[in-house]
T-cell receptor, first 113, second 114 residues
Framework: NAGVTQTPKFQVLKTGQSMTLQCAQD?????MYWYRQDPGMGLRLIYY???????DKGEVPNGYNVSRLNKREFSLRLESAAPSQTSVYFC????????????FGDGTRLSIL | GENVEQHPSTLSVQEGDSAVIKCTYS??????FPWYKQELGKRPQLIID?????GEKKDQRIAVTLNKTAKHFSLHITETQPEDSAVYFC?????????????FGTGTRLLVSP
């Protein structure tokens, strides 16, 4: 039981390149989330998927798109990477019922030059 | 929208002392308050959470208190150990049908010296 798995773990991009971050969970969770973590700013919600087939914007969605491919997988795409998107990206999932904890993956460290 | 403030940003204690981290939130509709511990280079891990119908919750050396009237909640760690050294994040959310939109504080770096 791996929990939440993210790939890749590290990536370096050039400005303007595109990239898809992958996330999969094996806990049969309904809800999935993408966060970014920057120094001194905690975690900020980019996009979330309350259930399979739905996605919605979070606090900082600009420059990103998401796809909920099926119940297990939720991907985050950067269409034209910018240096301001250099960050650590975390995927999380939760059961999708009231007040259930979110479980995080190991993160993807992304640098954009 | 919700806003969560967390204090202090850094906290240094001696092994065996207690540590207290405080958070305030702005949205009175928030009803779920988790705390996460994040070690360097690792994922955030849930250590304790509290729902709005409960004022206090304890799990061994860790406790969380919630004051809904004042809109603040605190993490208490007793008998601290070096392995408690990490960054701790509080969060708050209103629970919608099927998911929560967590808003995190900016984190407290706890250093426990032997």
């Amino acid at each position: 039981n791996a929990g939440v798995t993210q790939t890749p773990k590290f990536q370096v991009l050039k400005t303007g390149q595109s990239m898809t971050l992958q996330c999969a969970q094996d806990m049969n969770h309904n809800s999935m989330y993408w966060y970014r973590q920057d120094p001194g700013m905690g975690l900020r919600l980019i996009y979330y998927s309350a259930s399979e087939g739905t996605t919605d914007k979070g606090e900082v969605p600009n420059g990103y798109n998401v796809s909920r491919l099926n119940k297990r997988e939720f991907s985050l795409r950067l269409e034209s990477a910018a240096p301001s998107q250099t960050s650590v990206y975390f995927c999380a999932s939760s059961k999708g019922t009231a007040n259930q904890p979110q479980h995080f993956g190991d993160g993807t460290r992304l640098s954009i030059l | 929208g919700e806003n969560v403030e967390q204090h202090p940003s850094t906290l240094s204690v001696q092994e065996g002392d207690s540590a207290v981290i405080k958070c305030t939130y702005s949205d009175s509709a928030s009803n779920y308050f988790p705390w996460y511990k994040q070690e360097l280079g690792k994922r955030p891990q849930l250590i304790i959470d509290i729902r709005s119908n409960v004022g206090e919750k304890k799990d061994q050396r860790i406790a969380v208190t919630l004051n809904k009237t004042a809109k603040h909640f605190s993490l208490h760690i007793t008998e601290t150990q070096p392995e408690d050294s990490a960054v701790y994040f509080c969060a708050a959310s209103e629970s919608y049908t099927g998911f929560q939109k967590l808003v995190f504080g900016t984190g407290t770096r706890l250093l426990v010296s032997p």
